[in-house]
Structures are given as structure tokens and as C-alpha cells.
């Protein structure tokens, strides 16, 4: 829950400061929460759809509304964030309660978000955050030649190939083409295609970011759209939104039942209680895709960099097994009301 006055605090610090790095952190965080809980409640009612591909539908959400929002704080030559500005100086005063700062934000934010989703893909969101997660690996290297950033492949580091004409558009289509059939998930289809080009001793061995990403997202797009799906008859594809929309709900109600009392007693901070509702929302969207899940701790894990073993058993384990198990339990009784259960 975001404390309203708090809103007030960061909106007007961000109004009297905008340049202010602090003042922008602050107001961007709050900005991004709101967002993602825009977005999660939109997907939630069935309204937008977001493609997750390889990865949890929360991190799908997220790289949503960090897409939406980075045109809402843009700036112009001699007005910084000028859309955020001329929205709040012409609505309020000195004298405007929190309450109403809170919901100016979160209403601009909602109009912003439903706007820019009218021009967006989803699905392109996902797919090029995906691709820029995958080469932000250590295997791949950014090169600035000639005022452009390319992505190299750094095992080639010891020969570029700098003399030779960069790859051509069919050429690297195929490139594309060959490892989307060969791979499902998008760190080894990006690692494929520089392979390819490392091994390809016609051209250089490094491609510029902005045409690589372009010709991956083309083709990603269609052959994802076009890849047989186990839910493409409607009735299971009717049921298994309908188990992610439920799962999604039995998080909410597990987290107000379970987290809410032990962060509480236990002394969790916002930042450790905010960390289990996510790496549950991870384990519950993998749960209701198929049924399944990874090991109870490795989500925790991932969600919280700081958390090793020790912290796990002696901290931890009791509340994450507790509230995963009445999530379980309640997402099972939600699926017998539906008639999806026995």
C-alpha cells in the first residue's frame, strides 16, 4: 500500500527540483508501482494480455510499464519532464490535500498507460526486453564504432574482421531463421546467431545494435505468433487464462492473509515483504501454466540476491512454505467454484 502523504511528499519535492536526481528516484519508484499494479490489475480482469515467453509474467508486466513510462518522463530542450510537469501545475496548489496529489498521480499514470498501449505490442515489449536481457550477458561485449554502439561476441575479441563488409540482410535473416528452430528460449538463440556470424568469415563478426534488433524482433514476432501452442483450441486456452487470472488472485488474498501478519512479527522490511509477494507471483505463474514448479527456496532465491542458505532456514523458510501452501490452497478451492477442479 503506498502511503498518500508520502505521494504528496515525492510529487511536489519533484515539481520544485526536477533535475534533482533524488527528487527523480523517488518519483519514477512511486510512478513505476503504480504502474505495474496498473498493469497487473488490467491483465488480472482479462482486459490486456501481456506475453510473457520465457520469462515470469511479472517480469513481463514490469518491462510493460517501464516502456509506458519512459515516454511519460521525457524531456524537451529547456523543459525536463515537461508532460509530468504541466499536468501537476495546472491542478494543483500549496493547499491540495495528499489524498487528492495521490490520486492526480495515479490517474495520469492509468490515462498514460492506456494511451501508450494503444500504439504498443505487448508481445514487442516483452520480446525486446527479452533480447536486451540476453546479450547483457558476459559472453557478449557493446563496441562504440564510429558513434554507434554493436554487440560483438567477446570469445572473438582477438579478431574483428574490421576490414571486411558487415553481414547482409538475408544473410542474417537466415542466421535468425536458424536459431529460432533451434532453440526455444532467448539467451541461446541470441548466442546461435553471433555464433553463426563469428564462424561466417565473409563478414565482420560484430552488428550494429540497431539493425540486429530490429531483424530479431521481425522474426521473432511472427515465428513465435506462428509456433504450434498445446492451448490453441479455445477451451483450454479459455481455461488456462482463466487459472493464471485466478492464481494471480489467490497471491493477493494469500499476502493479506499469511504475509501481511508474519512480516509484521517477524520484522520484515518493506523491500523483504514486497520481494515475497513477487517471487510468489513468479511461482504461482509458473504453477498455473502447468501445474508445476521449481524448488520452493530457488524462487525466493532469485527474488532476493542476499538471501543465502543460512538466511533461508533461519529467517525465511517458515513464512515463504506458509504462504505458498495457502496460496496453493486457495487457488484450489477458487478452481473447484470455476467447476475446474475436483
Known sequence: ?????????AVRAFLDHPTDRRAFNDLFELSSRMAHSYIA???????????????????????????????????KPGRPFYFIIDY????????????????LLQGMIAGHIDQELMQLNPQGVSIRRAILRSMGDDSFEVLRVDGRDHWAIRSSAGSRREHLPQVDDSTLQH??????????????????IFEQLDGDDRFQNRLECKKFMPALLRVLTNHDDARPSA??????????????????????????????????KRGFSEDETSTFRRAL????????QDGDHDLL???????????????????????????VSRCKELLRDMLREEGLAP
Not at 53 to 61: D, L, Y
Not at 242 to 257: G, H, R
Open 297 to 323: 527456496p530457488g524462487y525466493l532465491k532469485e527474488a532476493m540476491t542476499a538471501c543465502d542458505e543460512s538466511a533461508y532456514l533461519q529467517r525465511y523458510k517458515y513464512v515463504w512454505e506458509a504462504l
Open 231 to 264: 492451448t490453441s483450441n479455445p477451451r483450454s486456452e479459455y481455461v488456462r487464462r482463466t487459472v493464471q487470472l485466478l492464481a494471480a488472485n489467490a497471491v493477493d488474498l494469500a499476502v493479506d492473509q499469511v504475509l501481511t501478519n508474519q512480516a509484521r
Open 281 to 288: 507471483a513468479n511461482l504461482m505463474d509458473d504453477f498455473g
Open 1 to 9: 500500500m503506498i502511503d498518500k502523504c508520502d505521494t504528496a511528499r
Open 88 to 103: 501537476f501545475r495546472s491542478r494543483i496548489t500549496d493547499q491540495t490535500p495528499p489524498d487528492r496529489v495521490h490520486a
Open 41 to 75: 490489475i488490467r491483465v488480472r480482469r482479462g482486459t490486456l494480455h501481456v506475453p510473457s515467453n520465457e520469462f515470469p509474467q511479472s517480469t513481463a508486466i514490469e518491462d510493460c510499464a517501464c516502456e509506458c513510462l519512459g515516454s511519460l518522463f521525457a524531456s
Open 175 to 192: 542466421f535468425i531463421h536458424t536459431a529460432c528452430r533451434s532453440f526455444p528460449d532467448m539467451p541461446r538463440r541470441c548466442r546461435s
